[in-house]
């Protein structure tokens, strides 16, 4: 009988995960902390949402924080391992003027820093699964991400002298965001064979332009 248990134990454990890895990661509940404007840290289960920049929280009840009253936001990732961080920096999305918004940071340094935010995109591909396609969170060498015919996609910005600008995903204007180091970044990049519109390759790249400002 115990047996049993065990074995029924460890297939609904197995289900649970496989749940969560078929589902995009601002579709699951995360473990983490919202840090507010007036200085105060709430602790629960975390779930975000980009497109309308809020985060939840879900400890007894579940409360909702707006970009406006947030800092920044942390939380693991369980499924796919890591820490990731969420800030709340003013920046002209779809108007004229600056409001919060949240930007994951990916790297960062005395010179610049890499943000993104991520969203869900059709999959011209087909239906595929996380698991057919690899992991996410903080390994920065994930390919892309993609299940029921759409796929996780990113945009990507700078931060630089106090100003985000995005980044066109165009190899020439990497080195206009990263002014200075052309011929070492080309090398840096060419040497670890890495491109210059992929997650992974674009944190190695940023943070290896802050190491040469170092010097």
């Known amino acids: 009988m115990k047996i049993a248990l065990f074995s029924l134990s460890l297939l609904l454990l197995g289900m649970t995960t496989s749940f969560a890895q078929n589902q995009f990661p601002s579709q699951v509940w995360h473990k983490g902390n919202i840090y507010t404007t007036d200085g105060k840290v709430y602790g629960g289960e975390i779930k975000y949402d980009l497109e309308n920049n809020v985060v939840q929280l879900q400890d007894k009840t579940i409360d909702t924080f707006s970009a406006i009253n947030v800092t920044y936001f942390e939380l693991f990732d369980e499924i796919y391992g890591g820490v990731r961080k969420f800030f709340s920096l003013p920046y002209s999305l779809n108007s004229d003027y ?8 990916l790297t960062e340094g005395d010179n610049i820093a890499l943000l993104c935010r991520e969203y869900v995109a059709t999959d011209s591909r087909g239906m595929n699964s996380y698991g057919m396609m690899g992991g ?6 994930y390919g892309p991400q ?4 759409h796929k996780l996609a990113f945009k990507y910005y700078f931060l630089k002298n106090g100003k985000i600008e995005q980044y ?9 965001m990263l002014p200075g ?3 070492q970044i080309s090398l840096f990049m ?7 519109d992929k997650r992974g390759d674009l944190l190695r790249i940023t943070a290896y332009y802050n190491e040469l400002n170092k010097n």
């Open 98 to 105: 600056d409001t919060p918004i949240f930007f994951e940071v």
């Open 136 to 141: 996410y969170g903080m390994n920065p060498f």
């Open 146 to 149: 993609s299940m029921m015919g």
């Open 168 to 176: 066109s995903l165009k190899k020439k204007d990497l080195f206009e």
């Open 181 to 183: 180091h052309d011929d």
């Open 190 to 196: 060419r040497k670890n064979r890495l491109a210059y």
